[in-house]
């Protein structure tokens, strides 16, 4: 069975961010225009006011200061409150695929591979601007790759369970490098006028590059030691957009047609399923939370990776071994956990391991462990 190492990530970030004064701002001013619009309503009873938000109030559930995100002037205006982006049309390179071009330079930059070269392109992600046809297959082409390609969805476990779904191809020799994309729109579907969640997503791409070893190249390179996923049906993250809402005659601008969750449900039922999943796959490798050097977690919510990495180390982890970018990009969905990676590995010496973990709606979580060689 062959050998898989990582040898390149890539990561594409949009230029526009907004930060959480700005987007309160724009909350806020919605807010004020629905109560004196309702105010009738409400003088006698009828309807509860809409709240305001707050920077403290994001901070303090979620440890989010500001996300990046493809159009921040849609996003802001309280009439509109979703991103304003350009229809492309038939013979013009998707909004994802130019994301994921972007990404992939830098990941098979770093790998010193040719696209080429590549022989399986998976592209996942939780939300795709088209059932058909693949964007895997426009990526493949457009970059050139050979082989291959496909899409999988996964929502926020998409990269890891797509990791996963590569190297066993090249384990068994299906394929000898493969090409795993990420391109993350969150904020085309978020509802930024519901107070709980309006702050939680930022948009992104990520890419990764992985190899049978014997023919890589790259000076830097990480051995998967093992991968492992779990997954569990939950409706406490849905989304339910779909080609079906035409036939069923449902509302398409519904507030279920974006994304809804149970939060704190989420936070008590995730957590120890991510934690056991990740100190089981480590007994099964013969290590414990004591030969890990780094955790590169899903990044939604601060609170959530702290009880996570506590679990499975025993003891509060440090900025170091847990390293944190949801601060400054939110939760990017697939693309959090690689661009943790991405960011956060370089300074590993040789011999040191990791752990790759995504988790998210399904419930679905997986588990990749690194080591550098």
Not at 117 to 123: A, L
Not at 258 to 272: A, H, S
Request: aromatic share 6%.
């Amino acid at each position: 069975m062959n050998q898989v190492v990582i040898t390149g990530t890539g990561l594409f970030t949009p230029e526009q961010s907004i930060d959480n004064d700005a987007l309160v701002a724009s909350f806020n001013a919605w807010v004020d225009a629905e109560n004196a619009r309702h105010a009738e309503a409400i003088a006698a009873g009828e309807r509860e006011p809409l709240a305001h938000s707050s920077s403290e109030f994001i901070v303090k559930a979620s440890g989010i200061h500001s996300r990046h995100v493809l159009d921040a002037e849609g996003i802001l205006d309280p009439e509109r409150m979703r991103p304003r982006l350009r229809e492309r049309s038939n013979d013009e390179p998707s909004i994802q695929c130019e994301m994921g071009v972007r990404a992939a330079g830098g990941a098979l930059e770093r790998a010193g591979v040719a696209a080429a070269d590549i022989d399986s392109v998976i592209v996942g992600c939780s939300n795709l601007e088209r059932p058909y046809p693949a964007l895997a297959v426009e990526l493949q082409a457009e970059l050139g790759a050979g082989g291959y390609a496909f899409d999988m969805n996964v929502a926020c476990s998409s990269a890891t369970f797509a990791i996963e779904t590569a190297a066993n191809a090249i384990r068994a020799g299906n394929a000898t490098r493969a090409l795993v994309v990420n391109p993350e729109i969150c904020s085309a579907h978020l509802n930024f006028r519901d107070r709980d969640s309006h702050f939680i997503f930022g948009d992104a791409c990520t890419a990764i590059v992985l190899e049978r070893d014997d023919l890589a190249s790259a000076e830097s390179r990480f051995e998967i030691l093992g991968t492992r996923l779990v997954t569990r049906f939950s409706n406490a993250i849905r989304n339910n957009s779909g080609f079906l809402n035409r036939v069923t005659d449902a509302d398409p601008l519904a507030v279920d047609k974006l994304f809804v969750q149970e939060g704190r449900r989420v936070f008590k039922e995730v957590c120890p399923m991510v934690a056991s999943l990740i100190g089981d796959h480590l007994q099964s490798l013969g290590l414990s939370g004591d030969d890990l050097t780094r955790l590169w977690l899903h990044q939604a919510n601060r609170h959530m990776n702290d009880l996570i990495a506590r679990r499975v180390l025993g003891r509060d982890p440090d900025e170091r071994e847990a390293p944190v970018i949801l601060d400054r990009y939110a939760n990017t969905s697939s693309a959090g956990s690689i661009i943790a990676f991405h960011l956060h590995r370089d300074d590993l010496a040789a011999g040191d391991r990791g752990v790759i973990c995504s988790f998210g709606a399904g419930y679905s979580a997986g588990s990749v462990v690194v080591r550098r060689a």
